[in-house]
């Protein structure tokens, strides 16, 4: 029990970054000895032109001879902390370069997943099966738009003329059957009275 509490979580912190972490720490470390050296020689300038007015011009000269080796140094750290922010934007450059290449890996995986599940025959049988729904559905859009070859006017006439002589031969049929209907109906026929009936009278 004491273990399952007592775990530490993983560090989510790099190699990488605590490189890039002391790189920064060192670079400061330079700025601030660059910024005391330059301290100093603002110092030590005011010393000499002080020293030459008093006419302690050896000692002003010595003065001087110590500012030239702080510039020299001076130069060097600057030198060193360009060297050290470069080397960080290397690293981190590199590591922005490292997420791109996952990033790529894990579309490569899952563009290879895709190809598995779908085969290239597949796609083709998808794509034939397109290519022929638009080319059926251009067809009907042209014979709707009346784009008829003269096939298929006579085609259509012939249809036409068919389905007219059907529907005259169903009416002649029905006139015929219409006629002998009427002939077997009971015709009423107007009597004058009887003789009972003018007896009763």
């Known amino acids: 029990m004491g273990n399952l509490f007592g775990r530490k979580k993983q560090s989510r912190v790099t190699e990488q970054d605590r490189a890039i972490l002391q790189l920064k720490q060192q670079r400061d470390k330079l700025r601030q000895y660059q910024k005391r050296i330059t301290q100093q020689l603002e110092r030590e300038r005011?010393?000499?032109?002080?020293?030459?007015?008093d006419g302690r011009k050896e000692r002003?000269?010595?003065?001087?001879?110590?500012?030239?080796?702080?510039?020299?140094?001076?130069?060097?750290?600057?030198?060193?902390?360009?060297?050290?922010?470069?080397?960080?934007?290397?690293?981190?450059f590199t590591q922005i370069e490292m997420k791109v290449m996952e990033g790529l890996q894990v579309g490569n995986e899952c563009l290879n997943k895709m190809?598995?599940?779908?085969?290239?025959?597949?796609?083709?049988?998808?794509?034939?099966?397109?290519?022929?729904?638009i080319e059926y559905q251009r067809q009907i859009d042209?014979?709707?738009?009346?784009?008829?070859?003269?096939?298929?006017?006579?085609?259509?006439?012939?249809e036409l003329n068919a389905i007219t002589q059907r529907l005259e031969a169903d009416a002649s049929d029905f006139k015929r059957w219409d006629s002998s209907t009427d002939e077997q109906k009971p015709r009423r026929i107007e009597e004058g009275p009887t003789a009972a009936d003018e007896g009763g009278l």
């Open 115 to 133: 190809h598995q599940v779908m085969s290239i025959e597949e796609v083709e049988r998808i794509l034939d099966e397109t290519q022929e729904a």
């Open 46 to 53: 005011a010393l000499a032109r002080q020293l030459l007015r």
């Open 142 to 158: 042209e014979l709707l738009a009346g784009n008829f070859t003269q096939e298929d006017e006579d085609a259509i006439l012939e």
């Open 60 to 92: 002003a000269k010595l003065l001087l001879k110590k500012k030239r080796y702080r510039e020299q140094l001076l130069d060097r750290t600057e030198n060193q902390i360009s060297s050290l922010e470069a080397m960080v934007q290397s690293i981190e």
